[in-house]
């Protein structure tokens, strides 16, 4: 640890200065005096073209060292910023290890050389890896510290959590707090106020650090916040204990990171520190900032930088003499070369490490393991019900389930359950779980899609398995960050040291008669498109019990794609195959063997092609369909089995024709099978542009069973 006091303290019994002991003084000096070095370090190392980016904390180590003072390495929980330098080194992190991520070393700790330089990630200590995104961690940090109140509560979910893969980091102490941090900047961004909103909600035990240093790159805060002060906008926050302090001054924030601190383990709630910061580096070492600060600007900040202050005090106070301080810096200059040197001459990543941990190496959904045969019992069930039967059997099963989302619960007012039967979501699909498994396993969430997949990947990095609910597909959009740059690449960008594990079940599709632009899209293509993420899509009640399982007990993110006018059709319903049914994923379901064409579709089209097959059989013309169910990991087995035993192929989708899903597959047969084709590879899929609300627009924009039946009988003039 960076912390440790090898220079002598000349008078140990002198008083306190401003309340803080010499050893205090003196640890916070190395640190913040390391943390600068090994800016500067970087700095060199980027101007020789050794490393490719360098991101400073210049200017913030002060109220970030301090920090470390009140936080617990390995038992407090870490969301930090990439200027929180000061605040790893305190928790732990070495010298060597900070310079490893800078070289993108093979065995850097944060991301094994897959980030940036200050993009923290260190699972010993509890600090959950970081990308670039600005605003991102605050609601991860939110569903962090929803699970300290889980666990809390959930006793038999922790020892669950801690069985499970990666179950070694999965830890919990009573008084634990989480720590997220951010800048002036990031505080625009929406996941921050849904952050806030929620924490204030739920009395989270969440310290929030900002790290106001004037400036996002070259914008200045007051054209970035309305009136130009944070802690003046959040103050009304119900419960929020808010501070602002001079971040430079390691004795106001000593005081004050104190008092937050302990208001939040107090579980008195969420406390917010504004802490007033420079930025002497600029930006980054892409950036100038000659270009936007005047010169006066530049030295008054040069007059506020908190290492030269601190080592003015140190002498002026005596905690240290001019020789003493020099020894000291000239002792860390040494250990940085040294780290330096090492990182140096640290191995890089092989070319084909890229591929690890794109998903969990120990869980895999598609293999032989999630193979079961069906035990029926029971009255049939339609697809939604269905939903709502497996969700059920595996919460008895899990307690580290959790489910929230819009109006899922059956209702937030406990005292109304007794009188009312209960919401339990827009499609019930939810239904009876609040009553049967308790408010804080099944819960509404604020109307904030990012808000809701932050949270549950922050749940699933902590052990806790959400399955949280976007209400419709056509909302999902506000959570696309979350979804694509978060929830997929947590476990890449960590190098498997963690992950987000989260199922996301969202209504999709059209053929509503009425459902108009927002509540028929489709576009799952978006969605294949993010390596990380497993795309399912059933068409039965059979597959919904089956995927759902399998979607819950696999270790990956899963996006669970719910056709709505699927929901409740009579011709897909099931009888339940039992609380241990599973069905791996990518594997596709022969719905009819024949030989004259193959179509190969999924979802809401899967039902429309049994019916044109079945109308074609009757003119004598023999049909194969197959049922892709999973659309990522997909069952390339099946797609060429049936083209090469068919030699025609229609690939029918709902999606639209251009860059839809199924082009994709069109696009690989005609690539990799072309031999094997009697004919051209034909797409039925939605026109090109958005489903309208006029019922009969609509059939003329979605792809129809007379479709299909007319693309069969032109594939066969071939
Ligand atoms: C969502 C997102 N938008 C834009 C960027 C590009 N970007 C990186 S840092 C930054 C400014 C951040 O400013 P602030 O939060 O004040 O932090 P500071 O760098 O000043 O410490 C921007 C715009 C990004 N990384 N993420
Ligand atoms: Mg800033």
Redesign the pocket.
């Known amino acids: 640890m960076a912390s440790q006091t090898r220079v002598k303290v000349g008078k140990l019994d002198a008083p306190k200065v401003h309340g803080l002991d010499h050893e205090t003084l003196i640890r916070l000096y190395r640190t913040m005096y390391l943390s600068r070095r090994l800016d500067d370090r970087e700095i060199q190392l980027k101007r020789q073209n050794k490393i490719y980016f360098q991101?400073s904390s210049a200017g913030?180590e002060a109220i970030t060292a301090v920090m470390g003072l009140f936080l617990r390495p390995g038992v407090d929980w870490f969301y930090p910023?990439?200027?929180d330098r000061a605040l790893c080194l305190m928790l732990g992190v070495t010298p060597l290890e900070n310079l490893l991520a800078a070289v993108g070393a093979k065995d850097d700790l944060s991301s094994g050389g897959r980030q940036m330089p200050s993009h923290w990630g260190h699972a010993k200590w509890n600090i959950v890896s970081k990308s670039?995104?600005?605003?991102?961690q605050f609601v991860q940090a939110v569903g962090a510290a929803e699970a300290t109140l889980y666990y809390q509560g959930r006793p038999q979910a922790l020892a669950q959590a801690k069985k499970a893969p990666l179950g070694e980091h999965v830890s919990h102490e009573p008084d634990e707090i989480v720590y997220v941090s951010?800048?002036?900047?990031?505080?625009s961004?929406g996941e921050f106020w849904e952050s806030l909103n929620v924490a204030c909600l739920k009395k989270l035990p969440l310290l929030y650090l900002i790290?106001?240093?004037g400036?996002?790159?070259s914008?200045p805060v007051e054209v970035?916040t309305a009136g130009g002060s944070i802690s003046k906008l959040v103050r009304d926050f119900p419960g929020l204990h808010v501070a602002e302090v001079d971040g430079t001054d390691p004795f106001e924030s000593y005081s004050t990171c104190k008092e937050a601190v302990q208001y939040c383990r107090e579980r008195r709630g969420p406390a917010l520190i504004h802490a007033h910061v420079t930025?002497p580096y600029s930006?980054s070492l892409s950036d100038d900032e000659k270009l936007y600060k005047s010169a006066d600007e530049r030295e008054e900040e040069a007059r506020r930088d908190p290492l030269s202050k601190l080592a003015l005090v140190l002498v002026r106070e005596g905690v240290l003499d001019q020789k003493q301080i020099e020894s000291l810096e000239a002792e860390i200059d040494n250990q940085v070369r040294e780290a330096a040197d090492q990182a140096l001459a640290a191995e890089e990543p092989s070319v084909d490490s890229i591929r690890t941990n794109v998903y969990s190496p120990e869980v895999d959904p598609s293999s032989p393991a999630f193979a079961s045969q069906p035990h029926f019992h029971g009255a049939p069930k339609t697809m939604v019900e269905m939903v709502a039967a497996t969700l059920s059997d595996e919460m008895a099963r899990d307690e580290r389930i959790t489910i929230f989302g819009e109006d899922v619960a059956d209702a937030s007012r406990e005292d109304s359950l007794k009188h009312v039967k209960g919401k339990g979501g827009v499609f019930k699909a939810t239904a009876g779980l609040q009553r049967k498994y308790g408010s804080d396993r099944v819960f509404n969430s604020p109307l904030a899609e990012a808000g809701i997949v932050g949270r549950a990947i922050g749940m699933a990095t902590r052990g806790l398995k959400p399955v949280a609910e976007i209400q419709f597909f056509d909302y999902i959009w506000p959570a696309m960050?979350q979804i694509r740059d978060e929830l997929c690449v947590m476990r890449w960008r960590s190098n498997g040291a963690f992950k987000a594990p989260v199922v996301l079940r969202v209504p999709i599709g059209g053929y509503l008669t009425g459902g108009g632009v927002y509540h028929s899209q489709s576009g799952e293509s978006i969605f294949t498109h993010c390596p990380g993420l497993r795309v399912v899509m059933p068409s039965t009640a059979l597959d919904v019990a089956g995927l759902l399982r399998t979607a819950i007990r696999c270790d990956d993110p899963v996006l669970f794609l719910e056709h709505k006018h699927l929901y409740r059709q009579p011709y897909n319903r099931s009888e339940n195959p039992g609380p241990d049914f599973t069905i791996p994923f990518g594997k596709a379901r022969t719905v009819k063997e024949g030989t004259d064409v193959s179509i190969i579709t999924y979802g809401a089209l899967v039902h429309r092609t049994e019916v044109a097959a079945a109308q074609l059989e009757r003119e004598g013309i023999s049909v194969e369909i197959v049922d892709l169910r999973s659309l990522s990991p997909y069952d390339w087995e099946s797609i060429a089995d049936t083209v090469r035993k068919t030699h025609r192929v229609i690939v029918a989708y709902e999606d639209m024709l251009s860059w839809g899903y199924g082009a994709e597959i069109a696009a690989r047969i005609a690539d990799e099978l072309f031999e094997e084709l009697d004919a051209p590879v034909k797409r039925v899929a939605a026109t090109d542009t958005f489903c309208a609300y006029q019922p009969k627009l609509e059939d003329a924009i979605l792809p129809q069973t007379s479709h299909i039946t007319a693309a069969v009988k032109q594939l066969l003039e071939y």
């Open positions: 991101i913030h910023y990439y200027r670039s995104c600005t605003g991102t951010g800048g002036d900047g990031s505080t961004e790290e106001d240093n400036y996002a790159i914008v970035q930025r930006h960050m």
